[in-house]
């Protein structure tokens, strides 16, 4: 029997600015306020992001446009897109790999961002305030709770669904184009914040300032690998956002502009937390735990003499965090919501509600792993770090490795030429660049990423 295609007509994001606010946002999340930070610290500083540089312009935006291609070409979800342009050969499994790599990290994600949302009311009820210990001790209870990370995983994700629900551009182009200028408002105010602190030059030269000693390769994986993660490639966001592309939109000109503001973002990021955490002597690399453990003191220590500024600042802080969380988890919900829409030709409020209860189920049980029980760990390790694990060190850089051997191979180059000069009306200077760098260049790096991750390089 033949699968039964969908032919409803395909929404479009309204404008220039909703294209690249909404891609830009599913960019712009936890990866590059909380990832980045404390890989940047662990990383020799500088140094670091010239790399991170480098590696978002040879690998993240020719990737980026490789996505951008295939959504834009099939006009359908991720699955479908690979299913259309390989002829329903194998190499449609990675299509389905992507959706079941953003749907799975829908779910795991979104109990970080519930924890957000907590930050963010313990800010209002006062209980942000304490020792050092106290902050540890806040997180350890709060991410072993069998309640309260639950209930605020639900309430994101429900925040999401009517996002979702209200479709492309009166749901998620509307609250991206609110949502995206919010983020850098309040992102700026805090930077400004944290760098007028006594000693904050110290954090400033620890961002600008290179020691060229610190570069090893480590610190090249360590960069390679946050560019692919951080742009959110190969989680299916860029190839479903790029089927609701109009076809005047400049593929090169949306991936470039969006690698800017991913830059932008996560440098902003670090200028945000290094002069505060400088001033009040708090190490660079802190870790992951730097987000939720150690800024709570930082900016309690930081503005002590005007408590009523830091705690506005940290207010500030988390509310920032939840909206870049909840941008991400939008794009990453729409993957799975236009998958099942499609294949399973329903309404998009029904293909949304599937997705919400299946995610809220996924979170709810990677909640518990992290201490409430002990009946969902597996060899010593919480499902919370399984589903990290296999998504972020197994299924990305498969997809995205795929993906480049796909379009820098398999998929005709006069259709992917096609789409990237807009059938011939823009000069495609670049595209032979491209070409070489999707055919051998971003597949060799990921590659290095991959079995860096695996600790076998």
């Known amino acids: 029997m033949a699968r039964q295609e969908s032919t409803v007509k395909r929404a479009n994001f309204g404008s220039k600015l909703g294209v690249i606010l909404?891609?830009?946002?599913?960019?712009?999340?936890?990866?590059?306020?909380?990832?980045?930070?404390?890989?940047?610290?662990?990383?020799?500083?500088?140094?670091?992001?010239?790399?991170y540089i480098v590696c978002v312009l040879l690998l993240g935006i020719p990737c980026m446009i490789s996505e951008f291609i295939i959504g834009r070409h099939a006009q359908a979800n991720t699955a479908r897109a690979f299913r259309k342009l390989s002829g329903g050969t194998a190499w449609s499994i990675i299509g389905y790999m992507g959706v079941l790599t953003g749907f799975l990290i829908t779910g795991y994600y979104a109990v970080v961002s519930g924890w957000c949302l907590q930050y963010i009311w313990a800010s209002l009820i006062g209980k942000m305030s304490g020792s050092p210990d106290y902050f540890l001790q806040y997180f350890a209870t709060l991410s072993s709770d069998p309640v309260k990370p639950i209930f605020w995983t639900v309430i994101i994700l429900l925040?999401?669904?009517?996002?979702?629900?209200?479709?492309?551009?009166?749901?998620?182009?509307?609250?991206?184009?609110?949502?995206?200028?919010?983020?850098?408002?309040?992102?700026?105010?805090?930077?400004?914040?944290?760098?007028?602190?006594?000693?904050?030059?110290?954090?400033?030269?620890?961002?600008?300032?290179?020691?060229?000693?610190?570069?090893n390769s480590n610190v090249f994986l360590a960069?390679?690998?946050?560019?692919?993660?951080?742009?959110?490639?190969?989680?299916?966001?860029?190839?479903?956002?790029?089927?609701?592309?109009?076809?005047?939109?400049?593929?090169?000109?949306?991936?470039?502009?969006?690698?800017?503001?991913?830059?932008?973002?996560?440098?902003?990021?670090?200028?945000?937390?290094?002069?505060?955490?400088?001033?009040?002597?708090?190490?660079?690399?802190?870790?992951?735990?730097?987000?939720?453990?150690?800024?709570?003191?930082?900016?309690?220590?930081?503005?002590?003499?005007?408590?009523?500024?830091?705690?506005?600042?940290?207010?500030?802080?988390?509310?920032?965090?939840?909206?870049?969380?909840?941008?991400?988890?939008?794009?990453?919900?729409?993957?799975?919501?236009?998958?099942?829409?499609e294949e399973m030709v329903i309404t998009r409020r029904k293909a949304a509600l599937i997705v919400t209860v299946s995610t809220c189920i996924i979170g709810a049980f990677c909640s518990l792993s992290l201490g409430a029980t002990d009946a969902l760990t597996l060899f010593g390790k919480p499902l919370f770090d399984w589903f990290d694990f296999i998504t972020g060190q197994i299924f990305l850089p498969m997809v995205g490795?795929?993906?480049?051997?796909?379009?820098?191979?398999?998929?005709?180059?006069?259709?992917?030429?096609?789409?990237?000069?807009?059938?011939?009306?823009?000069?495609?200077?670049?595209?032979?660049l491209f070409l070489f760098l999707v055919k051998y260049v971003c597949p060799i790096c990921i590659l290095f990423i991959f079995l860096h991750q695996l600790n076998l390089i």
């Open 22 to 51: 909404a891609t830009a946002g599913s960019a712009v999340g936890l990866g590059n306020v909380w990832r980045f930070p404390y890989m940047t610290g662990e990383n020799g500083g500088a140094v670091f992001i010239m790399i």
């Open 159 to 215: 925040i999401t669904y009517l996002i979702i629900a209200h479709g492309i551009r009166d749901g998620i182009e509307r609250a991206s184009k609110i949502m995206m200028p919010t983020l850098f408002i309040l992102l700026l105010i805090i930077v400004v914040a944290s760098c007028l602190l006594p000693g904050a030059q110290k954090g400033i030269e620890f961002l600008f300032k290179p020691d060229f000693e610190k570069i």
């Open 223 to 341: 960069a390679l690998g946050q560019s692919f993660y951080s742009l959110s490639i190969a989680m299916g966001c860029l190839c479903t956002y790029a089927s609701y592309f109009s076809r005047s939109t400049n593929l090169t000109n949306s991936a470039v502009q969006i690698g800017i503001i991913d830059c932008i973002v996560a440098i902003l990021a670090g200028l945000m937390i290094f002069p505060a955490a400088f001033s009040v002597g708090v190490s660079p690399d802190s870790g992951p735990s730097l987000i939720f453990i150690t800024l709570p003191n930082v900016f309690q220590q930081a503005f002590s003499q005007w408590p009523a500024i830091g705690y506005f600042i940290q207010l500030l802080f988390y509310t920032l965090l939840s909206m870049a969380a909840l941008t991400s988890l939008i794009s990453l919900h729409e993957v799975s919501t236009a998958f099942f829409q």
């Open 401 to 432: 490795f795929l993906t480049c051997i796909f379009i820098g191979w398999f998929v005709p180059h006069h259709i992917v030429k096609d789409e990237f000069t807009n059938w011939g009306t823009l000069r495609g200077r670049f595209f032979h």
